[in-house]
Nanobody
């Protein structure tokens, strides 16, 4: 059974920072490209950032570029998302995702999802 559990969400004021973690069991994250998606109320789940299996290549959506950073620690089977300069429009449930597809950015390319963690940014 594969479990991916996000943590680190919460309520923060605009301009603040949060650090999300995604810890996995039942799956070796080192064999997957990993990413983060988010879903705001009434909106579709959207791509946020991804990195390859080694962490040597990353890519972020334009909306978070320069503010969010994705990283991984394969020894800990964990993926991270550092979020800085948060804006109210970043409010969403954040999901980690594991994919076998290189350069993935679509939900259809995700093999495993975490359960999600709520991030709320107040103005």
């Amino acid at each position: 059974q594969v479990y991916m559990v996000e943590s680190g969400g919460g309520l923060v004021q605009a301009g603040g920072s949060l650090s999300l973690s995604c810890a996995a069991s039942g799956i070796a994250l080192s064999t997957y490209d990993m990413g983060w998606f988010r879903q705001a109320p009434g909106k579709e789940r959207e791509f946020v950032a991804r990195l390859n299996w080694s962490g040597s290549s990353t890519y972020s959506a334009d909306s978070v570029k320069g503010r969010f950073a994705i990283s991984r620690d394969n020894a800990k089977n964990t993926v991270y998302l550092q979020m800085n300069s948060l804006k109210p429009e970043d409010t969403a449930v954040y999901y980690c995702a594991a994919s076998r597809a290189r350069f993935f950015s679509r939900t259809s390319e995700v093999a495993y999802w975490g359960q999600g963690t709520q991030v709320t940014v107040s103005s």
